[in-house]
T-cell receptor
Framework: KAGVTQTPRYLIKTRGQQVTLSCSPI?????VSWYQQTPGQGLQFLFE???????NKGNFPGRFSGRQFSNSRSEMNVSTLELGDSALYLC??????????????FGQGTRLTVV | AQTVTQSQPEMSVQEAETVTLSCTYD???????LFWYKQPPSRQMILVIR??????QNATENRFSVNFQKAAKSFSLKISDSQLGDAAMYFC??????????FGDGTTLTVKP
């Protein structure tokens, strides 16, 4: 079974631009979560999508948004990029069978640098 | 709000020795899950071990074991017979709602040959 795939792996953007990151979960996984990882703030939860609906949301400004498609693939969008958005963005998927949570399977991340 | 605290930013261990990484958490929930993840320099987060709060028995996975103290809200990770490949950043994580995990700030483990 293929793991969680995130594209692109590396990205350099200019302040003020917008960016879209993609995440393909493990086949059969319906829950996709996004995290921002920075040296100073650790791993911060952005949001989670389940069956095309945002089920959980972290404390990030509205510039951060996401969506999930019917095949469970998810995209994350950041508009009006700021220097502080430079980070490793991690995507994780989980099977979410009923109410039983097993574990989150992580992708390798997208390293975003804003200049 | 749930919080996870890892009080040891850095730890080091001699190869073949044992090391314990600490984690405490704060929650008002009675049913939840706790995890230890390993993040090597490649940045791939890998699950090391998981513990369901309703289980009193401590989880064990080969050389990795936990000491889960529910009343004290403590969840430490013990690595026995440390190997060079164990060098990584280790994150303690809490989850009560599928899809949203709260992570500690991580502990960087160095293994000395």
């Amino acid at each position: 079974k293929a793991g969680v795939t995130q594209t692109p792996r590396y990205l350099i953007k200019t302040r003020g631009q917008q960016v879209t990151l993609s995440c393909s979960p493990i086949s059969g996984h319906r829950s996709v979560s996004w995290y921002q990882q920075t040296p100073g703030q650790g791993l911060q939860f952005l949001f989670e999508y389940f069956s095309e609906t945002q089920r959980n949301k972290g404390n990030f400004p509205g510039r951060f948004s996401g969506r999930q498609f019917s095949n469970s693939r998810s995209e994350m969008n950041v508009s009006t990029l700021e220097l502080g958005d430079s980070a490793l963005y991690l995507c994780a998927s989980s099977p979410d069978v009923g109410q039983t949570f097993t574990e989150a399977f992580f992708g390798q991340g997208t390293r975003l640098t804003v200049v | 709000a749930q919080t996870v605290t890892q009080s040891q930013p850095e730890m080091s261990v001699q190869e073949a020795e044992t090391v314990t990484l600490s984690c405490t958490y704060d929650t008002s929930e009675s049913d939840y899950y706790l995890f230890w993840y390993k993040q090597p320099p490649s940045r791939q987060m890998i699950l090391v071990i998981r513990q369901e709060a309703y289980k009193q028995q401590n989880a064990t996975e080969n050389r990795f074991s936990v000491n889960f103290q529910k009343a004290a809200k403590s969840f430490s990770l013990k690595i026995s017979d440390s190997q060079l490949g164990d060098a990584a950043m280790y994150f303690c994580a809490y989850n009560t709602n599928a899809g949203k995990s709260t992570f500690g700030d991580g502990t960087t483990l160095t293994v000395k040959p």
